[in-house]
């Protein structure tokens, strides 16, 4: 049985039921900086098959493998968003839910998401001018828009094609940039879109576009 169980930021924004299916496992595979956020929950007796951020494939590949057995792979924030659910969710028997970065980001600014879009800005499983056409459409709807996964350091051109679009769409627009959300290393960057300054933004943050309405 192959379960997919989100931890949010792990700490106080774990679920209980996320701590039930962790400590019960037989299998647990992750990330092994998840692995580290969740240690405490886990059983005496699982098996911790542990891997680096970029080996998303060996971590399917382990999770089908040990599929005759309670398996749980764990995923940051909510598995189908942007997680692990949306490599597994045709195999996995079950998706358990976690609170997502724009949710935990937003909670910490006080930024109601009504209306919001988000979008994902790597291109390891985009193509940039995918990545642009979404952005550019939901500035145009007025959309407050949250952005995940964006590397200046590895993907430095792409970020910055990101953050010339959103100055010539969303000028004056409200930006927020929320690094380690509900952690407690949290950090917050913000200010007006014309002065946005991508760099500032690294895969540990969100980055949150708003347009206030007066």
Known sequence: MIKVVGIGAGGKTITLR???EI????ILI???RYIDMIRE???DNTQIIESQVDEVELRVKQALFNRDMRTVIISSGDPMVFGMGSRLYRYAD???PGITAISLAASSLKIPLDDYSIINASTF???LKEVLLKLEKSLEARFTVGIYNINPINRKNDALAIEKLIKEKATAWNYYIVRNAMKNNEFIFSGIVKDL?????SMDSILILKRWIK
């Open 197 to 201: 300054d991508i760099t500032q933004v």
């Open 41 to 43: 929950y886990i059983g």
């Open 30 to 32: 992750g990330y092994s």
């Open 94 to 96: 079950e998706i358990v």
């Open 125 to 127: 499983s985009n193509d």
């Open 23 to 26: 400590s019960n496992a037989q």
């Open 18 to 20: 996320a701590i039930e």
